[in-house]
């Protein structure tokens, strides 16, 4: 791919250690250390390279303490001549880590946070590497306390400190308290070494010292014993790596999957993840062609995955979110976990505050925490049901309320969120399953055309009228203009005639439960948005079809005018809310407000599970009773778990601090139109956006006219792609993406340093790929690259199968 840098990665190899050498201050003597421990490498590995790297050095080259060993390869890539903070320079070269057997030492500028020459604290910077740290501790006057807090810092970040090194000193004796700090309670060994002799005047005298230093501190048993700790801590990483997928095969059970078919080499092992990237070990390859095949050892053991299903539709911040994960700390540090019926503290207010607020729904007026979308779904399910009950009289009759629904909708995994779908591969062999509720055949949204979008129409609703193919997305999302040509006019036939139907068969509903604009484990199907507008407004608008037969009760008056009519209206946002689609909420699109909505995934940045079900007053007011036993009784130990309202505050606060300044723009700006000029007025007026370029999804439509695709759609950070099936499978079952997903896993082709993959789930014959709202313009144009590459080599292979 020209033009596209590889992502970061992760550095491991066999036979090359690599170590970070991290400091707990400036002037604690990293680069004495570092020193030393090239030099004792050098001595006890003689047959073995070994290389000191500074990727950043401050100060004077000719005054380094390294000057002392000249038999050691040392390599700086920015020198600065002043001795201050580097801000003002590029980030540290990959290439120089590229050797193959051997010891490298990477030495960072300053302490554990001082800014690099990007700006960015060290910490910070080196984090994709995931380089194992050693770190030298402080021994000056109040060292212990920079030591700590400089360990704490790593920690946070996932390093592994694997070692703490400091100069062994009378005055103050840190390393007395701070041995029995890190191994007692973090099982890392502390070392000690002299400390060197002090500088004088005469520049001959001086160097004789510090080599005389160096050959005697380097030869010293506790140099030895370091390096072997170290050399066993790399092999032991590296063993775990490679038996962990054998391992995970005998004793995990996974969800969605057949175990039956899974083997280890099926198993993607994840060291870490950074940003959009998992880093996965490289499986070991099958050629053994000595010609082809790269020598053991010398191959890099990890390669970046994008997460292209966003770790299954949760993350938005990127992984390893530094401010994330000190939020997590943060609230971990001041609660812990607190009991929350009858109290509250302030993460959780300030939470339901800001959700509520951004939301912009009128209706909404209450916030209930639960901890995943399936138990908020539940949570909602009971909320609308009361509602409608009190309204309706159902008390002691004994019929039980279904749903009304779209086919193709999920709820969620627990057997109540299971019954709010219609029979299907998720829950059609769960043996308590009941499906209960009416689901409508709704229209979909495809890119079949590189001219045109089309509104698809279930077979049941096809010649009924409307207009079934747009010019651009916009057009398809303009529910009020469409509305007011009157295309609405063929929903509301199909949809009140299904309703009276029901009503008159005695059907009995207590919710209208639908995923606005997308429908997401059903199969990442687009909703024309002017369907659900009119399912919405017809159900609102016809209580008497709801109420049984009987008398409408008034609603309560002490309500205002936002009270729910006809149904609850449940909207559940967990997948498709909180920018996922380009907005805060996807209901905007729709035009309609919910009565109550759903929230999770998002929520949180992909960081805790946290779920908020959000519902109006007039709901909130059906549970208002002398009796107890009237209360909404739901909840579980960790409601409304400080770690999780204080982390989705963060990460929601951040989304609205990256619209607000116009982080998406790039993406937001990008005409839909081959020849649209591009103008100020126009962005103003778009009303969908997308991260997927508009060239890129036209190409997709244009291969949609092949029998190879079905059809295509790009809407915010969700990318979905309809293959068309050889063996006429449809829905989850079906099997069309699988090759592309494989191929994609293979990767781009390339050496260790350009090698990269992409880690997808599939939907049956949908194939779908979303970013988070962090990643940057650069990384999608690769993945479009990476995705016209594959997917035309798919076409051919398909035409001469």
Known sequence: MPGIPPPARALLWRQLRIHQVYGANTEVGKTVFTTLLSKAARKFWPREETVFLKPVSTGPADDADDRF???????TLFQYNLAVSPHLAAQVSKREASRNSGWLFVETAGGVHSPSPSGTTQADLYMPLRLPVVLVGDSKLGGISQTISAFESLKIRGYDVEMVLLFKEDQYQNHLYLTEYFEQKHGIPVKTVPEPPHRVADPKSDAQAMSQYYDTGSASPVLHKTLQHLEARHESRIARLESMSTTASQKIWYPFTQQKHLTPSKITVIDSAHGDHFQT???????TNPATTTLPGTAALLQPSFDASASWWTQGLGHAN??????????????GHVMFAEAVHEPALALAETLLRGMRNPRLARAFFSDNGSTGTEVALKMALRAARVR??????????????LQGSYHGDTIGAMDCSEPGVFNEKVEWYEGRGYWFAGPTVWRTSAEAWEVVLPGEMAGDGGQERFASLDDVFDVEAREARGEHQAYERFILTRLEKLAAEGRRFGALMIEPVVLGAGGM????????????????????LFSGGGALAEPDATVDDQTWSGLPVIFDEVFTGLYRLGRFSAASFLGVDADISVHAKLLTGGLVPLSMTLASESIFRAFESDDKSDALLHGHSYTAHAVGCQVALESVREMQRMEAQGDWAWAAAAPEGANQELTAEHNKSKLTWSVWSPEFVRWLGQLSETSFMAGAWALGSVLAIKLTSVDGTEGYKGGAARAVQAALLQGSEGGDETRWNVHTRVLGNTLYLMTGQKTDQESVRGLESLLRETLTQASRDAQQA
């Open 525 to 544: 199907l687009l909703v024309d948005p002017l369907f659900q507008r009119t399912l919405v407004k017809a159900v609102r608008q016809n209580p008497h």
């Open 281 to 287: 070990l490289v499986p070991q390859p099958t050629n």
């Open 69 to 75: 060993a000249p038999e050691i390869e040392s390599k």
């Open 322 to 335: 530094p401010s994330l994960a000190l939020a997590a700390a943060h609230a971990a540090g001041r609660y």
């Open 392 to 405: 309706y009289g159902w008390a002691g009759d004994g019929e039980r309320a279904g749903v009304l629904g």
